[in-house]
């Protein structure tokens, strides 16, 4: 076995556990729980995701480069989800859901793009609508999300009343 397989088996593995992980994450209850064991499995093994990515992308930078950007593109917004959940700056909810979910979008994204050419009936179909279909998507789910972790603003009552 090369050194590029060896990363191709981890990568693999890898995102399948980002994919399952990121999945319950997403439909569990957001509290401690199954929703956080699963979101730091989904960002732990995201890394291993990132990493495999650039090193593979390096080595075969003719057919993988696209890659590459996915790949700092997704982990950027993964890690960007993950930390807020962690500080919890203004705004951290919205942050961590838009970067979440965006990130699970460009993972999703990606294994579309690489399997579609694999999948019998789906490989006849123009693959730039699975570059883009993901994202017609998801989006509108992170907004809907987003609106439904939207803190409430509560009115101020005068002094008149």
Excluded: D, Q
């Amino acid at each position: 076995m090369n050194l590029f397989n060896l990363f191709l088996m981890i990568h693999i593995a890898a995102g399948c556990i980002c994919l399952i992980t990121g999945l319950l994450a997403g439909i569990s209850k957001k509290r401690k729980g199954r929703h956080t064991i699963s979101g730091e499995i989904y960002h732990g093994f995201f890394v291993f995701v990132f990493i495999t990515t650039v090193v593979m992308s390096i080595m075969h930078w003719k057919e993988s480069a696209y890659l590459f950007y996915i790949g700092i593109f997704s982990y950027g917004l993964a890690l960007l989800g993950y930390i807020s959940a962690k500080i919890r700056w203004k705004n951290w909810l919205r942050i961590h859901i838009g970067g979440m979910l965006g990130s699970y979008i460009g993972i999703f994204t990606a294994t579309l793009v690489v399997n579609i050419p694999r999948i019998p009936l789906l490989n006849e179909l123009p693959v730039l609508i699975f570059w883009y279909l993901p994202t017609i998507i998801g989006t509108p789910i992170i907004f809907k999300i987003g609106k439904k972790y939207r803190p409430v603003k509560r009115e101020r009552k005068t002094i008149l009343e």
